[in-house]
């Protein structure tokens, strides 16, 4: 936080803007606080702590429209909420290896699985000259181009797989307050487990289409040299 607030302070307006002070860019800032008071609070306040995190969450469906009506859309931003998504989740996850020692290795592997099928999708893209990571080539895997290219199936496996981590996260202290007999908490992570194994099988789809495109840039070079 400190390291922005200097960039924010330091950077001089370039030409008649500043893109740090973009109202996207705001946004992501203010998700990062809430991230952050959330973490702080996870050990002993889970009502506070689930729901800082689910609104620094939410905001993350905000930005995006934000920069699209105000034509604000940048390099800048789309790192920053890449890397708000990436490490927020790794956070609350390591939590729930702690709560869960049981399932320790799982949530080790979905934190490795996130972060790298990420890079490998952003690195892959930017290698092939395309613009951001959501560019899925025609040949591409038709849910993972679905995925990138409808707003409304993204926000669904995105809100749905963080909401099953938050539940799992709640469950820890309390079931919720009882819904034809069933707990709260439970029933929303019944419902959004299928969203999360869906979410986290797109992880493993774009990480060998990475791969994949990585591997025909590589075929090409060779070509060229030759």
């Known amino acids: 936080m400190i390291v922005i607030v200097v960039i924010v302070l330091d ?12 109202v996207p860019n705001l946004i992501g800032y203010s998700r990062i606080i809430l991230a952050l008071i959330s973490f702080y609070y996870m050990p002993f306040n889970a009502w506070v702590a689930a729901s800082l995190y689910l609104l620094s969450g939410l905001l993350d469906a905000f930005d995006g429209h934000a920069a699209r009506v105000l034509n604000q859309c940048t390099k800048v931003g789309a790192v920053l909420d890449m890397v708000t998504d990436r490490c927020a989740t790794a956070a609350l996850l390591v939590v729930l290896a702690q709560f869960y020692p049981k399932y320790q ?11 790298s099928s990420h890079w ?5 893209n930017l290698l092939a000259g395309n613009l951001n990571h959501k560019v899925v080539a025609e040949s591409g895997n038709w849910f993972l181009k679905l995925y990138y290219t409808s707003r409304v199936v993204l926000f669904v ?8 981590f938050a539940m799992l996260y709640l469950l820890h202290f309390a079931s919720g307050p009882a819904i034809l007999g069933v707990g709260l908490w439970t029933l929303l992570a019944v419902i959004t487990f299928p969203i999360c194994a869906i979410k986290n099988g797109i992880n ?16 090409q070079e060779r070509q060229k040299s030759k």
Do not use: P, R, W
């Open 11 to 22: 950077i001089k307006t370039m030409a008649d803007e500043n893109i740090f002070l973009f």
């Open 120 to 124: 490998v999708q952003v690195n892959s």
């Open 204 to 219: 493993v789809i774009q990480l060998v289409g990475g791969f994949q495109l990585l591997a025909e840039i590589d075929v």
């Open 157 to 164: 496996m995105c809100a749905g797989n963080e909401l099953f």
């Open 105 to 115: 290795f799982i949530f080790q592997f979905l934190i490795l699985l996130d972060i």
